[in-house]
């Protein structure tokens, strides 16, 4: 595949990597290639197959309504840009575009999530109180997390809770700990994931576009994530 990385930071870098070891050929935009999303003209988007993003909340939402009104396939990393989602899934219906996003595109975390729905189901009626703690790096610049926000909807969903409180911490370069307490007078359940590398957001937003590639559509990375 002739695939496109937005954003050459701490994951877009990375992205690059594992797509090049993938056998993909690569190009990548950084901000200043890309400011306001002015390279992704219809004839630049139309030579490639897809379009991965990592960039920021602010930058996403300009690069999604260049590449998608063109038709293109896009997965998107970047997280902080949710109110948005409903302009985008229109967007790609009118357009047949494809696109997959994804708070965490770590398999650890999908299981998590899976394990967190169970856990809702099987708790609800035992007076257990839950919250969510999320731990990521210094810069980044949405809070809470996109995947403590996933984790939060997942319990809500599945225990019919109105509100699940989320704490977050930034501490140095760290990649994101997420942790799910269920806390009842007696006792407490514990759900801990921990990245101690971001190579694994990386391999799972590659196997996404190569997954996106067939199709068309809108597609959040929980529910066809068990597919790649
Ligand atoms: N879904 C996941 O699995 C997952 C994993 C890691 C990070 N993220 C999200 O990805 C985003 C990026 O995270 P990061 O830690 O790599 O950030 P980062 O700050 O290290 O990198 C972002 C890069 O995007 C560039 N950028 C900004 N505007 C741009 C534009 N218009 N065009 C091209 N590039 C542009 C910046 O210059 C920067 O190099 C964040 O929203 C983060 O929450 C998601
Ligand atoms: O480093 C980040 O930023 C991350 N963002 C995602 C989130 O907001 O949940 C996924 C984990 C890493």
């Not at 063109?70 to 047949?96: F, I, S």
């Not at 189901?121 to 919250?131: H, I, P, R, V």
């Not at 790096?137 to 809070?143: C, E, F, M, N, R």
Request: glycine letters at 8%; hydrophobic letters at 40%.
């Amino acid at each position: 595949m002739r695939v496109l990385v937005l954003g050459q930071g701490k994951t877009g870098k990375l992205v690059a990597e594992v797509a090049a070891e993938r056998g993909h050929s690569v190009h990548v935009l950084d901000a200043k290639e890309n400011a306001n999303a002015s390279a992704l003209t219809p004839p630049f988007v139309a030579g490639f197959d897809v379009v991965i993003d990592f960039t920021s909340p602010e930058a996403v939402v300009q690069n999604m309504k260049a590449v998608l009104a063109t038709g293109a396939k896009m997965v998107v990393g970047t997280t902080g840009w949710y109110d948005r989602l409903q302009n985008a899934r229109e967007l790609v219906e009118r357009k047949q575009a494809g696109l997959l996003y994804g708070t965490n595109f770590s398999i650890g975390v999908q299981v998590m999530l899976q394990l967190a729905s169970k856990m809702g189901e099987l708790l609800k009626s035992a007076g257990y109180k839950f919250s969510i703690e999320e731990t990521h790096h210094v810069t980044k610049l949405d809070s809470p997390s996109g995947t403590a926000i996933s984790l939060s909807e997942v319990v809500k969903r599945s225990t019919g809770i109105g509100e699940v409180p989320i704490t977050a911490h930034r501490v140095g370069d760290a990649a994101g700990t997420h942790v799910l307490e269920a806390k009842s007078d007696a006792d407490k359940l514990v759900l801990t994931h921990e990245s101690y590398s971001r190579r694994s957001f990386a391999e799972g937003a590659v196997r996404a576009a190569e997954w996106l590639s067939t199709r068309t559509g809108c597609y959040d990375f929980q529910d066809v994530y068990s597919q790649m």
